[in-house]
């Protein structure tokens, strides 16, 4: 489901997403899993030809099980819905915002995923 509540369905060849432990990759014949994703950069090769999309999204799951893949996650953007200035915007804030708190802080968490959200967005962006 995209923000907005839709869901994107189509056949893809091959996915890859930032995993909680790292980057995976999900081919077709993949074993059924469940996993945390992080905020990252989510790509995926569609079945049907033309290059690899991009989509931000802000952690969440992925499960794969026999020739489906889901991902649930909080946000999720291509390229095009991405605003790149707000994205610097929010970068900046929580930059600032976290050069005053140390890792105990109760808010370096929340502005430390504030900022790589924003990262990962520009990098989408950009790409």
């Known amino acids: 489901m995209t923000p907005e509540g839709r869901k994107l369905s189509e056949p893809v060849k091959e ?4 995993g909680a432990l790292g980057e995976l990759g999900v081919l077709p014949g993949h074993i059924p899993i469940l996993t945390v994703l992080d ?7 569609p079945a049907k030809g033309g290059g690899p999309r991009q989509l931000a999204v802000g952690g969440g799951y992925l ?3 026999r020739d489906r893949l889901v991902v649930i996650t909080e946000s999720a ?3 095009e819905d991405i605003d790149a200035e707000r994205a610097r ?3 900046g804030d929580a930059t600032k915002k976290l050069d005053g708190l140390d890792s105990g802080d109760a808010q370096f968490d929340l502005l430390a995923k504030r900022r790589k959200r924003a990262k990962v967005r520009l990098q989408v962006a950009s790409s």
């Open 39 to 45: 905020i990252g950069a989510l790509t995926y090769l």
């Open 89 to 91: 915007k929010a970068k």
């Open 15 to 18: 996915v890859t997403t930032p």
């Open 77 to 79: 953007e291509f390229k």
């Open 63 to 65: 499960e794969v099980d």
